[in-house]
């Protein structure tokens, strides 16, 4: 046989190394002002791990060892974060003001509100991110990922908490369900009768 094209390039199985979990030292590479699919203000953060930081340069290199057509960001290397309060479109969501608080205090500056180019201002500012593990199910298989929690400012993620696991939600033996057509779900060995 001979050699495949793209042989050299191509990385092994078993060579990819997880985030860790727990805080990095990180610098902002691009804010992006966008909406929700349901129409809601947000923004779109994409960060990588600063020259101080045990994994230096983590989403980078992923990034730029992307061979497919149309690169993209490495989406544990990013964050999206809505601009109002979920709950009340007229206040600012917690997320939001974490985020800009953690850059104010970790760059000594202020946030230029209302600037033509507001999400710009951010690029290159230092941060702290603090990764945990997550749950996630594809095509029948739960996975555990590491990927960014929370911002916290720069000093003090390398001493930041480690979050608990953010684990999916399940479903209890022997609870009843109610179905999306509004039907409860009954187990057929069920020993309880029906109350009507």
Partial sequence: MQKPNGYDEAQASGEFVPVKIGGHRAV????????????QPMIVVLFDFDNTDAQTGYFSEQFNNDDRPEKKWP?????YIMVNDYQDKNKTSK??????????KSNGCKI??????????????KIGVVFGEEESEYDGKI????????????????????PAAKLLKRQEPGLIA???????????????????
């Fill in 28 to 39: 902002v590479k691009q804010v992006s002002e966008t909406t929700s699919r349901n129409g």
């Fill in 75 to 79: 989406f544990a290397g990013s964050k």
């Fill in 95 to 104: 997320n939001f003001k974490t985020f800009c608080t953690c850059i104010e």
């Fill in 112 to 125: 230029a509100w209302g600037s033509d180019n507001w999400a710009g201002q951010f690029k290159g500012k």
């Fill in 143 to 162: 996975t555990m990922k590491h990927l960014p929690r929370w911002f916290c400012s720069y000093d003090s993620a390398l001493t930041a908490n480690i």
């Fill in 178 to 196: 109610t179905a999306s057509d509004g039907f409860m779900n009954i187990p057929k060995d069920a020993d309880a009768e029906i109350p009507f």
